[in-house]
Structure formats: structure tokens, C-alpha cells
């Protein structure tokens, strides 16, 4: 089960006790319990958050995947009407050549030579030679038959691979309508049970002194700090991501025309620009499932953000992470490479966003 799917269980089942406020549990509680009660349930609001974050971002990810299922579906069908659109006027072309062959090889051949009074030894030679490539055509004209129906078997095996991942996606959009009900039902129940809990531990705070509150009850105040600003993110939109390197945005997410070659062309992420061997940091907390070379991207580097996102860094070198290993928003993970092509662009670092399979513009989440 995935992470978040699993917090999701967690938080469902926990409903029935924590979104209770507290007097229904025993009447009033001491300032450690209110902040126990209020802690687990800001912490359940979070899980809840970052469930809805991640199911959108499996959501994104199965549109888009879908929309290039449904063009694949399309090509598959123009092949195979091409496909066919040739063959059958191949086909009757070689029928047309086997049959005048079966004469051929049925004393046609004598036919072919002997039709001319006279003899003629060029003509006789003429005719063996168009006795020849006949064979030779038929030959040719199976080979591309045998052609033709590869490729439409191909073209047919990809329409209904298509077909077979389209009812996959389907039916996980069925899953996911199921698992957005669940989140909005703990959403619903948490939203007001942790606001009574804040108004309790509000109230608990204020006739409690500073000085007279105990370890526990300060560590618990942090933890409470902690997850809201963790929970006022998440309702924000998300994590903002910190910039991998300080240079401003050269090339932006979407369409755009190359200067080099002018032709039009679509980014999947943005450009920064950087200099040789400037420290690149992660953008944001995660683990790194990719290093590897990537023709056009010298070294990338690709960190799982959590909650369906995944983060490639590109035109690397130098890089200090292998795969597996946990990083920290800021760490230093490489350097900036030299690029091997002119893209007019100059020295850059690349970071693209995805939401499940989805690109996704990172630049409104870049921290300035």
C-alpha cells in the first residue's frame, strides 16, 4: 500500500476517537491532554491533506495519460487503415503476376518464346528475361505482403494494448472517486473537531503560565507549530520548491520556438541560468530514485517529492547522491555541466516537476 494511501486508513479509522471534542471523552482535560488531542488531530488533518495532494496528482497523471493512450489509439487506427489502403492494391497486383507464372510454368514459357515466327535468338533471349523478372516481381510482391501484414498485426497489437490500459485507467478512476469520498469525509469530520480542540488548548494556554509548563507540554507546542505551518502549506497548494541554482528563468515550461534552429518545439520544464560548475541544490525534501546520463541533459538527477511528484534535474555533473539516498531541500546534490549543444540559451540548469506522469510548470512553485 502507498504511503499516503496508508495514512489514509490510518486517519479514517481514527476518526471515531479524535474528531470527538474532548469533554465527550472524559470532561475537561489538563493543558498536556489538550495538546495531545489538538497535536493528533492537526497531524490527521495533515495526512488528509497530503492524501487529497496525492490523489490529485494521480489523477493528473491518469488524464494525461489517458489523452496520449487515446492519440496512440488514433495513430494505431491510421496505420491500419494505411496498411490496408496499400495492401489490397498489392494484393491484386500479385495475384495479376502469380497467374501469368502458373502459365508460364504450364508451357507458357514455350509460348513466350515461340510466339514470333522467325526465331529471332535476341527476342528469344528478351522473353526469358521477362519470364524471369516476373518470378522475380512475385517474389518481391510477397516479401512486401509479408511486410504489410506485420505491420498491421503490430499496429492491431498496439490498438489493443491501448484499449486494455484505457479500461485500466478507467477503472482506477472509479478508485479514485471512492478514495476522494473517504477524503472528504475525514476532511468533514476533522475540519470542526480540530478547530474546538485549537479553542480548548487557546483557552488552557492562556490561564497556564509559561514557566509552569512542562517539557512534554512545550515539546508538544512545537510539534503543534510544526504541523500547522506543514498543514497551512498543503491547503496553499503545496511545498514550495527551493531554486537549485540563483539564476533567473532563461526558458520557460510550454511551447516555445528554438533560436537556434527556429523551429517550434515544446519544454517540459524550465531553464535557469547558472555558471560552469555552480553547486545545484534539491529543490525540496525527497528520496532519488535516478542518476543517470541523458542524451541532451548530460547528468540528471530525479528525487521523489512524495504525494505523486517527482523532480528531474538536468545538465549536471559532479553529482554527490546515488540513488536511494534521502536529500534535503538545499542540499548540494552536483554541479552545473557545460552544455554540448548551443541552444542558445547559454550555460543553464534544468529542473522539470511531473505530477504522476504529467509535466507540470515548476516555476509558480519556485521559492525567490
Known amino acids: 500500500?502507498?504511503?499516503?494511501?496508508?495514512?489514509?486508513?490510518?486517519?479514517?479509522?481514527?476518526?471515531?476517537?479524535?474528531?470527538?471534542?474532548?469533554?465527550?471523552?472524559?470532561?475537561?482535560?489538563p493543558l498536556?491532554?489538550?495538546?495531545?488531542?489538538?497535536?493528533?488531530?492537526?497531524?490527521?488533518?495533515?495526512?488528509?491533506?497530503?492524501?487529497?495532494?496525492?490523489?490529485?496528482?494521480?489523477?493528473?497523471?491518469?488524464?494525461?495519460?489517458?489523452?496520449?493512450?487515446?492519440?496512440?489509439?488514433?495513430?494505431?487506427?491510421?496505420?491500419?487503415?494505411?496498411?490496408?489502403?496499400?495492401?489490397?492494391?498489392?494484393?491484386?497486383?500479385?495475384?495479376?503476376?502469380?497467374?501469368?507464372?502458373?502459365?508460364?510454368?504450364?508451357?507458357?514459357?514455350?509460348?513466350?518464346?515461340?510466339?514470333?515466327?522467325?526465331?529471332?535468338?535476341?527476342?528469344?533471349a528478351e522473353r526469358l528475361s521477362r519470364g524471369r523478372m516476373l518470378r522475380w516481381l512475385v517474389r518481391h510482391d510477397l516479401h512486401e505482403l509479408a511486410a504489410y501484414q506485420r505491420s498491421e498485426e503490430r499496429a492491431r497489437d498496439e490498438l489493443l494494448r491501448a484499449h486494455r490500459e484505457l479500461q485500466a485507467l478507467s477503472a482506477l478512476a472509479t478508485v479514485h472517486a471512492v478514495e476522494g469520498d473517504l477524503v472528504a469525509m475525514g476532511r468533514k469530520a476533522t475540519g470542526p473537531a480540530l478547530a474546538r480542540a485549537h479553542q480548548q488548548t487557546r483557552r488552557a494556554l492562556s490561564i497556564t503560565p509559561a514557566h509552569l509548563r512542562s517539557d512534554d507540554e512545550r515539546e508538544r507546542l512545537q510539534q503543534l507549530d510544526e504541523a500547522g505551518r506543514e498543514l497551512r502549506a498543503l491547503r496553499?497548494?503545496?511545498?514550495?520548491?527551493?531554486?537549485?541554482?540563483?539564476?533567473?528563468?532563461?526558458?520557460?515550461?510550454?511551447?516555445?520556438?528554438?533560436?537556434?534552429?527556429?523551429?517550434?518545439?515544446?519544454?517540459?520544464?524550465?531553464?535557469?541560468?547558472?555558471?560552469?560548475?555552480?553547486?545545484?541544490?534539491?529543490?525540496?525534501?525527497?528520496?532519488?530514485?535516478?542518476?543517470?546520463?541523458?542524451?541532451?541533459?548530460?547528468?540528471?538527477?530525479?528525487?521523489?517529492?512524495?504525494?505523486?511528484?517527482?523532480?528531474?534535474?538536468?545538465?549536471?555533473?559532479?553529482?554527490?547522491?546515488?540513488?536511494?539516498?534521502?536529500v534535503s531541500a538545499g542540499q548540494e546534490i552536483a554541479r552545473v555541466a557545460p552544455k554540448t549543444t548551443d541552444d542558445g540559451l547559454g550555460t543553464t540548469a534544468y529542473l522539470e516537476l511531473?505530477?504522476?506522469?504529467k509535466p507540470v510548470d515548476p516555476e509558480p512553485w519556485l521559492r525567490y
Open 1 to 29: 500500500m502507498r504511503g499516503w494511501r496508508r495514512r489514509l486508513v490510518i486517519a479514517a479509522l481514527g476518526l471515531g476517537a479524535l474528531a470527538l471534542p474532548v469533554e465527550a471523552r472524559g470532561g475537561p482535560s
Open 354 to 357: 511531473r505530477h504522476g506522469d
Open 236 to 326: 496553499r497548494g503545496g511545498r514550495s520548491l527551493h531554486r537549485p541554482v540563483r539564476g533567473p528563468i532563461t526558458g520557460r515550461f510550454g511551447e516555445y520556438t528554438d533560436p537556434v534552429l527556429k523551429l517550434p518545439m515544446a519544454r517540459n520544464g524550465i531553464e535557469l541560468r547558472a555558471r560552469r560548475d555552480e553547486p545545484v541544490h534539491a529543490p525540496a525534501d525527497g528520496t532519488v530514485v535516478m542518476v543517470a546520463s541523458l542524451p541532451g541533459f548530460e547528468q540528471v538527477v530525479v528525487i521523489d517529492h512524495g504525494n505523486g511528484e517527482l523532480l528531474m534535474l538536468g545538465r549536471l555533473w559532479k553529482t554527490t547522491v546515488a540513488e536511494g539516498d534521502t
Open 32 to 124: 498536556g491532554e489538550l495538546l495531545r488531542t489538538e497535536l493528533g488531530l492537526a497531524q490527521q488533518a495533515v495526512a488528509l491533506e497530503e492524501a487529497l495532494t496525492a490523489l490529485e496528482r494521480e489523477r493528473e497523471g491518469a488524464e494525461y495519460g489517458a489523452e496520449l493512450l487515446h492519440h496512440a489509439s488514433r495513430e494505431s487506427l491510421r496505420r491500419l487503415a494505411a496498411y490496408r489502403e496499400g495492401q489490397e492494391p498489392r494484393e491484386r497486383l500479385t495475384r495479376q503476376r502469380a497467374r501469368a507464372m502458373v502459365k508460364a510454368s504450364r508451357g507458357g514459357v514455350a509460348r513466350l518464346i515461340f510466339e514470333d515466327v522467325g526465331g529471332d535468338e535476341r527476342a528469344s
